[in-house]
């Protein structure tokens, strides 16, 4: 029998549908208002609406768009929209910027300061401008962030502009805001030869910000310092048009295609800053400060815009060591954009890197812990080299990830982030491009749709041990620290989750457990004997099983008797409720009993990987283990019993 596909659409078709449905509603609430007309049914129509946004300088305007992306956590805490899919684990440095552009905002003298993100190769702080660049766009088609030029403009100035400084006065009285900046040479031409000075008939329209359209946004990477042209940044002199308007100071003549002209009223993004010559960067430093750039043959050119470079260490050390360089730094606010030390954020990026990768690699299985493990190896790298012992890394690491660690209270964990945390740590050691390649490097080399932690992580050794550019002695550290990774972190992992798949596989054995342990506390709490059920023999409450279950969880010998106390008012009160006090009743005895049970039946586990045939109810158990780490822990068949293996692995050599 045949399915009729239009009575039953698939997944794939309802998939389709939905997406429609979200590109139709984009595209009614980005619908572009365009608008246009004169100068003077622009003071008319749209200035009353809101003089104050229409007035914004680039960094308020900023600001407004980060405010508009953003939203408050549960803690109170500011975050950004923007930011949240693509950047983990750089909350301060994106706090950092976003102060930034606060302060500049409210005009401070931050805002007269080139903004310079500082960190390590792929650390994200391209992805941060990026981001910043499109929410600029997108914000350019609301309503609160509408934007009006002068049509032609070059650099799509303010109308704003043409209002004369005498009447600028009477202006801010009228409609409560300052205007600041000058008209272009192009429209002060313009205005006086085709409009005879009546700036009421100049024309305007409403523009859109776009890094494609070079409007509002620009972008400058450098090339050859020897063949690098200020005329890249500012324009020239157009030959083709000199003879069309007999005069080289024409600002017809000139060709607005520089950098900074784009960038008007936005951002320019300046790629390795300091890689350019340094008259490029007393230009940057002098519009960021002046708001003016000189050019020959016209006066000074008024251009608000907000400059936002970023370099990597090399060259800012590098740029360090020139004593001359003191006064550029001093005009810079430098945030450093470190690498995450949170492996859980470091495991983000990868699976982001993961699902933009090509098809054949997204459809590869990765074991539940093949991501963490590889991010704990990169903190790893990054933490700064010094005498702490492998315990102290560990405890570092997992307070980094917000882990509650024995013995390590919240005031602890803060000072270990806050205080203990070296200037260098996270501005060096392996990046997420290397760990991407050593994954993709294992996918390639591997037979398998799938992977476990293990491959990755002897793929990473490889990695390390044939890239040329890492240093013996750093080789051999990081092949340590990929040891460390599986010693004390992945087996941790891995064991927890045969640990819990198989307590369930053997649930009525726990809840037995669980019974025994209640009724030898209740004994020995009473100090009374016990009746032996197989026996019929009468003895002493059975303390050595008890301390075997609690020293599970850690309760000391001075604590037992206060634990063991409240175990029991605890089933008590179930009991007066007519409730059954079973393994979701107490949490810590439920642990106690998994890892007890765990211990007991360790043999199982044994057996099946070591006898040729095992018992039938052996093996069912363990194939149900198996399902249940497919159903519910993230593996695929092929890693669950890599899984197992290994599990077993350990416990032969425990």
């Known amino acids: 029998m045949t399915t009729n596909r239009d009575e039953h659409p698939t997944d794939d078709d309802e998939r389709r549908t939905q997406f429609l449905d979200r590109l139709v509603a984009f595209t009614q609430e980005h619908r572009v208002g365009h608008w246009s007309g004169s100068f003077a049914q622009f003071i008319e129509q749209v200035l009353p609406e809101a003089p104050g946004r229409l007035a914004r300088s680039s960094h308020q305007y900023i600001w407004d768009m980060i405010r508009w992306s953003g939203y408050e956590d549960q803690d109170g805490h500011f975050r950004c929209r923007l930011f949240a899919d693509e950047l983990f684990g750089v909350e301060d440095a994106i706090d950092r910027v976003a102060a930034y552009f606060k302060a500049a905002a409210a005009g401070s003298e931050v805002g007269r300061r080139l903004l310079l993100l500082l960190g390590p190769p792929s650390g994200g702080k391209s992805t941060l401008v990026i981001l910043l660049k499109r929410g600029l766009e997108e914000y350019s088609y609301t309503g609160d962030g509408a934007l009006y030029g002068i049509d032609g403009c070059p650099v799509h100035e303010s109308p704003l502009h043409l209002v004369p400084h005498t009447m600028r006065a009477g202006f801010r009285d009228t409609y409560g805001v300052d205007i600041a900046g000058e008209a272009c040479p192009h429209c002060r031409a313009r205005l006086e030869q085709q409009y005879n000075g009546d700036f009421l008939q100049m024309p305007v329209e409403r523009i859109y910000i776009s890094e494609a359209g070079r409007s509002g946004i620009g972008t400058y990477a450098p090339h050859d310092p020897t063949t690098a042209d200020l005329a890249d940044l500012v324009?020239?002199?157009?030959?083709?048009?000199?003879?069309?308007?007999?005069?080289?100071?024409?600002?017809?003549?000139?060709?607005?295609?520089?950098?900074?002209?784009?960038?008007?009223?936005?951002?320019?993004?300046m790629i390795e800053i300091l890689k350019v010559k340094r008259e490029f960067l007393y230009l940057l430093?002098?519009?960021?400060?002046?708001?003016?750039?000189?050019?020959?043959?016209?006066?000074?050119?008024?251009?608000?815009?907000?400059?936002?470079?970023?370099?990597?260490?090399?060259?800012?050390?590098?740029?360090?060591?020139?004593?001359?360089?003191?006064?550029?730094?001093?005009?810079?606010?430098?945030?450093?954009?470190?690498?995450?030390?949170?492996?859980?954020?470091?495991?983000?990026?990868?699976?982001?890197?993961?699902?933009?990768?090509?098809?054949?690699?997204?459809?590869?299985?990765?074991?539940?812990?093949?991501?963490?493990?590889?991010?704990?190896?990169?903190?790893?790298?990054?933490?700064?080299?010094?005498?702490?012992?492998?315990?102290?890394?560990?405890?570092?690491?997992?307070?980094?990830?917000n882990e509650?660690?024995?013995?390590?209270?919240?005031?602890?964990?803060?000072?270990?982030?806050?205080?203990?945390?070296?200037?260098?740590?996270?501005?060096?050691?392996?990046?997420?491009?290397?760990?991407?390649?050593?994954?993709?490097?294992?996918?390639?080399?591997?037979?398998?749709?799938?992977?476990?932690?293990?491959?990755?992580?002897?793929?990473?050794?490889?990695?390390?041990?044939?890239?040329?550019?890492?240093?013996?002695?750093?080789?051999?550290?990081?092949?340590d620290y990929l040891v460390l990774t599986r010693k004390d972190f992945y087996n941790r992992w891995v064991k927890q989750d045969v640990h819990k798949a198989l307590f369930v596989s053997f649930e009525q054995e726990a809840q037995d457990?669980?019974?025994?342990?209640?009724?030898?506390?209740?004994?020995?709490?009473?100090?009374?004997?016990?009746?032996?059920?197989?026996?019929?023999?009468?003895?002493r409450p059975d303390e050595r099983f008890l301390r075997a279950v609690e020293e599970k969880i850690h309760i000391s010998d001075s604590g037992k008797q206060s634990f063991r106390q409240?175990?029991?008012?605890?089933?008590?009160?179930?009991?007066?409720?007519?409730?059954?006090?079973?393994?979701?009743?107490?949490?810590?005895?439920?642990?106690?009993?998994?890892?007890?049970?765990?211990?007991?039946?360790?043999?199982?586990?044994?057996?099946?990987?070591?006898?040729?045939?095992?018992?039938?109810?052996?093996?069912?158990?363990?194939?149900?283990?198996?399902?249940?780490?497919?159903?519910?822990?993230?593996?695929?068949?092929?890693?669950?019993?890599?899984?197992?293996?290994?599990?077993?692995?350990?416990?032969?050599?425990?």
């Open 285 to 401: 430093l002098t519009l960021t400060q002046e708001k003016n750039v000189k050019v020959s043959r016209f006066p000074l050119i008024f251009l608000d815009e907000t400059i936002l470079a970023h370099t990597n260490l090399a060259e800012f050390r590098k740029f360090l060591q020139e004593s001359e360089n003191e006064a550029l730094l001093d005009r810079m606010v430098i945030v450093q954009v470190p690498y995450t030390l949170n492996y859980r954020e470091e495991a983000r990026i990868y699976h982001k890197l993961i699902l933009s990768a090509a098809p054949a690699f997204r459809e590869v299985h990765l074991d539940p812990h093949v991501l963490h493990a590889a991010a704990v190896f990169a903190i790893l790298s990054r933490m700064q080299e010094g005498d702490e012992k492998d315990a102290e890394l560990v405890k570092k690491i997992r307070i980094y990830a």
């Open 235 to 269: 324009g020239s002199v157009d030959l083709s048009k000199v003879a069309e308007f007999g005069d080289e100071g024409d600002p017809r003549a000139w060709s607005w295609s520089g950098a900074v002209y784009a960038a008007s009223r936005g951002m320019l993004e």
């Open 404 to 479: 509650e660690v024995d013995g390590v209270n919240q005031a602890e964990a803060r000072r270990v982030k806050d205080k203990e945390r070296t200037p260098d740590e996270g501005l060096s050691g392996v990046s997420p491009r290397f760990v991407i390649n050593a994954l993709s490097n294992a996918i390639i080399a591997s037979n398998q749709k799938s992977l476990s932690t293990m491959d990755v992580l002897l793929a990473l050794k490889d990695g390390i041990e044939n890239d040329a550019r890492i240093e013996a002695k750093k080789k051999r550290k990081w092949v």
């Open 513 to 539: 457990l669980l019974n025994k342990y209640l009724d030898e506390v209740e004994a020995m709490l009473d100090n009374r004997q016990i009746k032996d059920p197989i026996t019929s023999e009468e003895r």
């Open 566 to 654: 409240e175990v029991v008012r605890k089933a008590m009160g179930a009991y007066k409720r007519g409730e059954k006090f079973g393994l979701g009743s107490h949490m810590q005895l439920n642990d106690a009993v998994q890892q007890y049970l765990f211990e007991q039946r360790r043999d199982v586990l044994r057996l099946v990987s070591s006898a040729k045939r095992p018992d039938e109810e052996v093996r069912a158990k363990v194939s149900a283990v198996e399902q249940r780490l497919v159903d519910e822990y993230g593996y695929d068949g092929h890693s669950a019993r890599e899984a197992l293996n290994y599990v077993t692995t350990l416990l032969a050599q425990e």
